[in-house]
C-alpha cells in the first residue's frame, strides 16, 4: 500500500512541476500582463541593486522587495523562479561593473 501512495505523490509531483513551467501559460496571458511582469522583474533588478550601496538603501528597498517576492510567490512559483533570477543578474551585474552602479 506504501508503493502505491509513493507512487501517486510522484505523478503529483510531476504534475504540479508541469504547471510550474507550463508553456502554455505564456500563451493564455496577453500583452499587457506580459509588459507588467517585465516591469516587474526590471523593478526587482533595480531594488536589488540597492542591496550592493550600503545600510540604509538597503534597508529603503528591503520592504518593496519582500512585497514584490510575495506577490510572485503567490502569482506561480515560474515568476517567483524569474525574480530570483533578476535579483542574480542584477546582483552579478553590478559586482562586475556591467551595470553603472
Not at 505564456?26 to 540597492?50: E, K, Q
Request: charged share 15%; net charge neutral.
Amino acid at each position: 500500500m506504501s508503493s502505491t501512495s509513493t507512487t501517486d505523490d510522484r505523478s503529483d509531483r510531476r504534475g504540479s512541476l508541469a504547471q510550474m513551467f507550463d508553456p502554455e501559460e505564456l500563451r493564455r496571458r496577453n500583452l499587457v500582463s506580459l509588459g507588467m511582469d517585465v516591469l516587474i522583474l526590471a523593478t526587482t533588478g533595480l531594488l536589488a541593486i540597492l542591496f550592493t550601496m550600503g545600510f540604509w538603501p538597503a534597508a529603503i528597498g528591503a520592504i518593496p522587495m519582500i512585497t514584490l517576492l510575495y506577490f510572485g510567490w503567490a502569482s506561480s512559483k515560474a515568476f517567483f523562479v524569474a525574480q530570483v533570477l533578476a535579483i542574480g543578474v542584477a546582483l552579478l551585474g553590478t559586482v562586475t561593473g556591467v551595470l553603472p552602479y
